[in-house]
């Protein structure tokens, strides 16, 4: 009888989550749809040509700043999905030279990191021959007739902003350059990237996934039923439809599987809807690598550079009553994630599955801001910890060294804070961002800084 009153409440959970997660995608959506209306309508009205001058307030051309690239996170978009919607809630705004790639939003993080290099060098997106083969896509996707900064190389280096997921996919990016794995780049190296900026990224993996539906065992497959499984069949059935309009206004980046109708056969689909082929059964897909056990084998190859200077955000929404982990609290926490919050901070890993990792506890992974631990998103730590710094007070960093993780601990903080709404953050918001870009703008060289105008040469 007890068994079945778990089945119950099991059921219920995956009901009530399922509808959460939809109407938080219908909210994105039909804010998207309204805001591009009302943005047409006003255009409509109110016409006119406003030519603006790129150019710095101290007098420094702004084209020749390096870039700062604000790449996000599972289920999201960069410009030009969406409309004029923002991922990052208008934060590229605060500097005249941020670049949002579209990336796959649901695709593996080793895709992503191809895609990002092609974004901006130019070219079609090469996902390598051997790779190709083995997770059973196509080699080549999207083409990019001209790259959003074809000149990056090691004397014009790159700041990156990642959110969640977005982090780890810029980590994977700079250890593929500096193994030199783009063909026909042969003089790539890890001194491309300047920066790496952190928001809540998922350096080690959470585990969400588990309660989402991946099998705690061995990190890779899916529980029969579960909210990831009911994913799988609403994308699978999202890109076989390949309705042209809509897969321009939002794709989950799965076209390099050819999963649509133009492409797929009739059993083509019962194959990937029964899960005997595409991407969720090959496992080349996000969730797997957010696993403990995923982000373990992916951190195995992936290094801390010595003259690369490292940030991180980690994001926290849980305390400790009498010693026991709970959400911190019911209002400041957004709907969406409000359940996992309350479900990671009762973590306890199964017992009849080996821990991840040698002195692994479950306490150092309740602590946790909806989406991930607060352990997984300060800094590279499994299977080798990382160089790292806590930060109390910005000023006493500086100078800032490179090959250090220095990271924050935001209290008060879900996954989503810093993303999709401005006014929910408040100024909070703000005191992030402008530190991210003053800190890029002013601390992070890896020469000598540029000489500003009116300002002497340095002896």
Not at 153 to 166: K, L, R, T
Not at 167 to 184: I, S
Not at 369 to 382: E, V
Not at 436 to 444: D, E, G, L, S, T
Request: glycine residues 8%; negative net charge.
């Amino acid at each position: 009888m007890i068994r079945w009153w778990l089945y119950a409440l099991q059921l219920v959970e995956l009901i009530v989550s399922a509808l959460v997660h939809m109407l938080y995608g219908f909210y994105i959506f039909s804010t998207a749809v309204a805001g591009d209306l009302s943005q047409n309508l006003s255009e409509q009205f109110f016409k006119g040509n406003l030519e603006v001058k790129r150019e710095d307030p101290s007098g420094t051309n702004v084209d020749d700043l390096p870039p700062i690239v604000l790449v996000h996170g599972i289920f999201g978009f960069g410009k030009g999905r969406l409309g004029s919607f923002s991922y990052f809630a208008g934060a590229e705004k605060k500097d005249e030279r941020v670049l949002v790639p579209d990336l796959g939003s649901l695709t593996s993080v080793y895709d992503r990191a191809r895609e990002l290099f092609y974004y901006l060098k130019g070219g079609q997106v090469d996902y390598g021959e051997e790779h190709s083969k083995a997770y059973g896509h196509s080699q080549f996707g999207r083409i990019y007739e001209q790259g959003h900064y074809p000149e990056w190389d090691e004397d014009h280096p790159i700041h990156f902003v990642g959110h969640s997921a977005g982090a780890q996919v810029v980590r994977v990016l700079q250890q593929m350059l500096a193994d030199k794995e783009f063909e026909g780049y042969e003089y790539t190296s890890e001194h491309w990237v300047l920066s790496i900026t952190s928001l809540s990224g998922a350096f080690n993996g959470t585990t969400r996934t588990y309660f989402d539906g991946m099998q705690p065992g061995d990190g890779k497959t899916m529980k029969p039923v579960s909210l990831l499984q009911l994913c799988r069949i609403g994308v699978t059935v999202y890109d076989r439809l390949d309705i042209p309009w809509l897969k321009a206004y939002y794709s989950f980046g799965f076209d390099h599987f050819n999963m649509s109708r133009k492409k797929l056969g009739l059993w083509g689909l019962v194959d990937c809807l029964s899960g005997n082929a595409g991407p969720f059964t090959t496992g080349d897909w996000i969730l797997p690598d957010l696993t403990l056990q995923g982000s373990m084998e992916m951190n195995f190859r992936l290094q801390t550079f010595p003259n690369t200077f490292y940030f991180s955000y980690a994001t926290k929404c849980t305390r400790k009553i009498l010693g026991v982990t709970v959400p911190s609290g019911i209002l400041g926490i957004h709907p969406m994630p409000f359940i996992r919050v309350l479900q990671m901070s009762q973590w306890r890993h199964p017992l009849d599955v080996p821990p991840p990792y040698k002195g692994y506890r479950d306490e150092d992974w309740q602590d946790n801001d909806g989406a991930l631990n607060t352990i997984s998103m300060t800094h590279p730590r499994l299977p080798i910890e990382h160089p790292s710094r806590l930060v109390v007070n910005d000023s006493d960093c500086l100078p800032l060294q490179p090959g250090i993780w220095y990271y924050k601990i935001i209290e008060q903080a879900d996954h989503i804070l810093f993303i999709v709404n401005r006014e929910r953050a408040g100024v909070q918001f703000d005191l992030i961002y402008d530190t991210i870009f003053q800190r890029c703008r002013k601390h992070v060289f890896r020469k000598t800084p540029p000489t500003l105008p009116n300002q002497p040469l340095p002896n």
